[in-house]
């Protein structure tokens, strides 16, 4: 069964970095699609970034040059350099990794597999 473990997420000040971690087991991903969503309070989960297996990116407009994707084949891991951050970055953030035969994506529906979420806060 596939787990996915985030971990990184805590409290900053506005203007302050944060590095995201991601964590995959109990499956292989060799052509699969890794990606990070948020969550805001009442709000949906919108996609932040993704990450191809051959390390293709995608950014959401709001975080484009301030959030960075990465991953680790040989890990099964993904990362999100966070800097610059701003109040209105404050969510839980999930990782994760699409289905069979998506390499990258966008779009909720397109991954299979969910982290639990990690919160990040940012203060004014």
């Known amino acids: 069964q596939v787990q996915l473990l985030e971990s990184g997420g805590g409290l900053v000040q506005a203007g302050g970095s944060l590095r995201l971690s991601c964590a995959a087991s109990?499956?292989?991903?060799?052509?699969?699609?890794m990606g990070w969503f948020r969550q805001a309070p009442g709000k949906e989960r919108d996609f932040v970034a993704a990450?191809?297996?051959?390390?293709?990116?995608y950014y959401a407009d709001s975080v484009k040059g301030r959030f960075t994707i990465s991953r680790d084949n040989a890990k099964n891991a993904v990362y999100l350099q966070m800097n610059s951050l701003k109040s209105e970055d404050t969510a839980v953030y999930y990782c994760a990794v699409t289905s069979t035969g998506v390499i990258i994506s966008k779009h909720l529906f397109d991954y299979a597999y969910w982290g639990q979420g990690t919160q990040v806060t940012v203060s004014s």
């Open positions: 109990g499956g292989t991903f060799t052509s699969g699609g």
């Open positions: 990450i191809s297996w051959r390390q293709r990116t």
